[in-house]
């Protein structure tokens, strides 16, 4: 069982395994709310039914936390940014499912008692009690605390690397207090160059309410020759804001657990749930699913920001790439009408509502008709971010051709759009 495990705590004769971090407890909001969902869960364990709300409100916090944080040290977003804060709430929605995997284990083997035999309600209520109470309050107070440290430190590095050219060193760099670890307070001030390899193994957090940061140095050379050898726990023995991590990859939720099932289980969440909202301009916002694609994301963004431009007011959200198979999480975030005509597709995005394929086009004709031929395989609306250097007329002329090839037996609108506007294209159904 997960729960006999014992996470999170540590040995330290400074402050006797418990770190004080600068972080309030758990908000009084969320607390309100974990109460009737935990008794929803131990109901639905007893039912042996699944059940995700405690999924969802800890996932919202801890993404909540992790963007709240980041914006405390760049509060300006731009590109980079949000690759970051994607790739980091992927992994806070990740790791949400994987607690919540293991809690429900935890419930179903309580539902036996050491003899084996059937537990009564009142008896397993008991037994839930204990075990939701250790994953909900007692160690999600240390994840709600590394949250915080790991956006910050995670926001740092992109500035660091921004950066890097004109400020090449950074400096490791304690609270200072008495209860820093000594571990940690043999690492204070070392100061090495951003691309220094002592950075893929020793950036903070360097364990459990780390409370460590990272700081870029004026200097203009290392200013410690050698490295003390500090018992880092191997988990942490890593720099997760290179790799977008909130939390360590080998962390105990994920042991036994098939990367399927936590996608699955982020996927059946109710879309209202789970679309977290990005500031992608001073004034522009889109919201995105945390099972958007990684690879795609820097280029839907910028095609978004674009759109945002030509029409402020529009609602756009960057939908999730799902399993063909997951049927009922295809209807709820595509609706029955599009899933009718188009069944194992996974278009980009929902524009005002209507969903739809992004295209990021190349400034040559062959690059405008294939966006039109790969657009067309994946929604009946299809938005083709035209490259500035090329005219939307020419573009047009390029993506009419191709439509002119069309033969499938339902409607298709193309739009070509570049920042200065927008150029519409509508083929009717075949007869």
């Not at 004026?218 to 200013?223: D, F, M």
């Not at 020419?394 to 993506?399: G, K, M, Q, Y």
């Given at each position: 069982?997960?729960?006999?495990?014992?996470?999170?705590?540590?040995?330290?004769?400074?402050?006797?395994?418990?770190?004080?971090?600068?972080?309030?407890?758990?908000?009084?909001?969320?607390?309100?709310?974990?109460?009737?969902?935990?008794?929803?869960?131990?109901?639905?364990?007893?039912?042996?039914?699944?059940?995700?709300?405690?999924?969802?409100?800890?996932?919202q916090l801890l993404t909540n936390q992790?963007?709240?944080?980041?914006?405390?040290?760049?509060?300006?977003?731009?590109?980079?940014?949000?690759?970051?804060?994607?790739?980091?709430?992927?992994?806070?929605?990740?790791?949400?499912?994987?607690?919540?995997?293991?809690?429900?284990?935890?419930?179903?083997?309580?539902?036996?008692?050491?003899?084996?035999?059937?537990?009564?309600?009142?008896?397993?209520?008991?037994?839930?009690?204990?075990?939701?109470?250790?994953?909900?309050?007692?160690?999600?107070?240390?994840?709600?605390?590394?949250?915080?440290?790991?956006?910050?430190?995670?926001?740092?590095?992109?500035?660091?690397?921004?950066?890097?050219?004109?400020?090449?060193?950074?400096?490791?760099?304690?609270?200072?207090?008495?209860?820093?670890?000594?571990?940690?307070?043999?690492?204070?001030?070392?100061?090495?160059?951003?691309?220094?390899?002592?950075?893929?193994?020793?950036?903070?957090?360097?364990?459990?309410?780390?409370?460590?940061?990272?700081?870029?140095?004026?200097?203009?050379?290392?200013?410690?020759?050698?490295?003390?050898?500090?018992?880092?726990?191997?988990?942490?023995?890593?720099?997760?804001?290179?790799?977008?991590?909130?939390?360590?990859?080998?962390?105990?939720?994920?042991?036994?657990?098939?990367?399927?099932?936590?996608?699955?289980?982020?996927?059946?969440?109710?879309?209202?749930?789970?679309?977290?909202t990005y500031q992608i301009g001073k004034?522009?916002?889109?919201?995105?699913?945390?099972?958007?694609?990684?690879?795609?994301?820097?280029?839907?963004?910028?095609?978004?920001?674009?759109?945002?431009?030509l029409d402020a007011k529009a609602k756009?959200?960057?939908?999730?790439?799902?399993?063909?198979?997951?049927?009922?999480?295809?209807?709820?975030?595509?609706?029955?009408?599009?899933?009718?005509?188009?069944?194992?597709?996974?278009?980009?995005?929902?524009?005002?509502?209507?969903?739809?394929?992004?295209?990021?086009?190349?400034?040559?004709?062959?690059?405008?008709?294939?966006?039109?031929?790969?657009?067309?395989?994946?929604?009946?609306?299809?938005?083709?971010?035209?490259?500035?250097?090329?005219?939307?007329?020419?573009?047009?002329?390029?993506?009419?051709?191709?439509?002119?090839?069309?033969?499938?037996?339902?409607?298709?609108?193309?739009?070509?759009?570049?920042?200065?506007?927008?150029?519409?294209?509508?083929?009717?159904?075949?007869?």
């Amino acid at each position: 069982m997960v729960a006999s495990r014992k996470l999170y705590e540590h040995t330290c004769p400074n402050c006797a395994g418990k770190h004080p971090v600068a972080e309030a407890s758990l908000p009084p909001e969320f607390m309100k709310q974990l109460s009737p969902e935990t008794a929803k869960l131990i109901q639905a364990a007893f039912d042996k039914k699944e059940y995700s709300g405690i999924l969802s409100i800890i996932g919202q916090l801890l993404t909540n936390q992790v963007h709240d944080n980041y914006a405390t040290i760049k509060p300006d977003w731009k590109t980079p940014d949000v690759d970051m804060l994607h790739r980091l709430t992927s992994d806070v929605w990740s790791f949400s499912a994987a607690k919540n995997w293991q809690q429900m284990r935890d419930l179903t083997l309580a539902l036996k008692d050491e003899n084996g035999n059937l537990r009564e309600f009142s008896a397993f209520k008991e037994a839930a009690q204990s075990i939701c109470s250790k994953y909900n309050e007692n160690w999600l107070q240390t994840e709600y605390n590394m949250s915080v440290a790991s956006s910050q430190n995670a926001a740092r590095w992109v500035q660091f690397k921004a950066d890097e050219q004109t400020i090449p060193f950074l400096k490791y760099q304690t609270v200072g207090d008495a209860h820093v670890r000594v571990t940690h307070a043999a690492l204070d001030g070392i100061t090495r160059k951003v691309s220094d390899s002592f950075w893929n193994t020793h950036y903070p957090p360097n364990g459990w309410n780390c409370r460590c940061e990272v700081i870029q140095s004026p200097g203009t050379k290392t200013g410690t020759s050698t490295i003390p050898n500090v018992p880092i726990p191997e988990i942490f023995r890593t720099n997760l804001a290179q790799t977008g991590l909130i939390f360590p990859k080998n962390h105990p939720y994920y042991i036994d657990i098939p990367r399927a099932e936590i996608r699955k289980s982020i996927a059946y969440l109710p879309p209202k749930n789970t679309f977290v909202t990005y500031q992608i301009g001073k004034k522009a916002q889109i919201d995105i699913h945390p099972l958007h694609g990684d690879k795609e994301l820097s280029g839907n963004v910028d095609a978004c920001r674009v759109l945002k431009q030509l029409d402020a007011k529009a609602k756009i959200k960057l939908m999730p790439i799902l399993n063909e198979h997951d049927k009922a999480a295809k209807k709820a975030f595509y609706g029955e009408k599009y899933l009718k005509t188009n069944p194992t597709t996974c278009p980009d995005l929902s524009y005002n509502g209507i969903i739809a394929e992004i295209e990021t086009a190349e400034n040559t004709a062959s690059s405008i008709k294939n966006r039109v031929r790969d657009g067309k395989n994946q929604a009946d609306f299809v938005l083709i971010h035209v490259p500035e250097a090329m005219k939307l007329e020419d573009a047009f002329r390029h993506a009419n051709g191709q439509m002119k090839h069309y033969k499938d037996k339902r409607d298709l609108t193309v739009w070509l759009f570049n920042s200065k506007g927008k150029i519409e294209l509508i083929t009717k159904k075949m007869r």
